[in-house]
């Protein structure tokens, strides 16, 4: 290990931009989000419309046929909806496509409980359709979710460095190869979900790796590491990034980058200001003498 902050790339200064950082790490989300909800949308969409084929047999009962026609209008509107999103990526689209893929699901789950009503048997493939249902609803509904946790900010009053640092930091956290720079640790909390943190200058840049992606930044001074329990190699720890407290096993080499990252921000905060005149000439090495004219 070479030393504490041993990324060799230019790091954006959290203090000096914390609220705008934040704003920017509101609109990453977004457009993390909007990425595999368009591709989720037409994916499930064209599926849906499929159900549209089964319309030609007569032998299908009305509250089944009721139920094709529901689903396939909703697929035509997911795979509009879908197609639009690759051109625009409005926030509302959280909320919108998240209500859809819902709705589709719960679509799946009402399909199978009419067939069975009809007298079909619940085989292997009936049971899939209704956990990939159940599983559509959940994503749906933490989509819809994130629609209110982002918040409305907008590119245009971020400054483009920002936002392209921004996005070159959580490119690089979602490849696994980031968890061997000094500068990462990793956190994996019940779920599993699990967090990267790329330890900064002065901060902490914070990402959840899931298709929902929250992002956390936070300045040093609301950072702390609280080791609870060890076992395996692994350290259970509570890790508070400003508001937020992210709980669950930490590997104890990252727990020492942590406090190798603590102990650098230590001996920067106590190297002396040297305060001078404008005009004053720099201070000479240690066991340098002036030169007399």
């Known amino acids: 290990m070479t030393g504490a902050f041993c990324r060799n790339e230019a790091a954006m ?6 609220e705008q950082l934040r704003s920017a790490a509101k609109l990453a989300a977004t457009q993390h989000a909007l990425q595999s909800l368009r591709i989720g949308l037409i994916l499930f969409g064209g599926l849906a419309t499929l159900s549209l084929t089964s319309l030609g047999d007569a032998n299908t009962p009305p509250p089944l046929r009721l139920i094709w026609i529901g689903t396939g209008v ?43 009503a009809a007298g079909e048997k619940l085989g292997g493939g009936k049971i899939f359709w209704v956990i990939f249902g159940l599983m559509q609803f959940i994503w749906g509904a933490k989509l819809a979710r994130m629609y209110a946790r982002v918040g409305g900010a907008k590119a245009s009053a971020l400054p483009p460095e920002m936002i392209a640092w921004l996005k ?22 019940a779920g599993p979900k699990i967090w990267r943190v790329s330890l900064l200058p002065d901060g902490a840049l914070a990402a959840r790796i899931s298709l929902d992606r929250e992002i956390i930044v936070a300045v040093s001074e609301q950072i702390a590491l ?40 230590a001996q920067i905060e106590a190297l002396p200001t040297l305060s001078a005149a404008p005009d004053a000439p720099p201070p000479l090495p240690s066991g340098l003498a002036p030169l007399n004219d």
């Open 13 to 18: 200064y959290i203090k000096d931009n914390l």
């Open 74 to 116: 909703l697929g035509l509107v997911m795979l509009a909806s879908g197609i639009w999103f690759c051109i625009h990526q409005p926030r509302i689209g959280l909320l919108v496509g998240g209500m859809l893929i819902a709705a589709v699901g719960l679509s799946n789950i009402a399909l199978t409980a009419a067939e069975a």
């Open 168 to 189: 070159d930091s959580l490119k690089f956290l979602g490849k696994k190869g980031s968890l061997s720079n000094c500068n990462v640790i990793q956190i994996v909390s």
């Open 226 to 265: 609280e080791e609870l329990s060890q076992e395996n190699g692994k350290e259970s720890v509570a890790l508070r990034l400003g508001p937020r407290t992210l709980s669950g096993t930490m590997k104890l080499e990252h727990i020492q980058r942590f406090r190798q990252w603590q102990t650098a921000l």
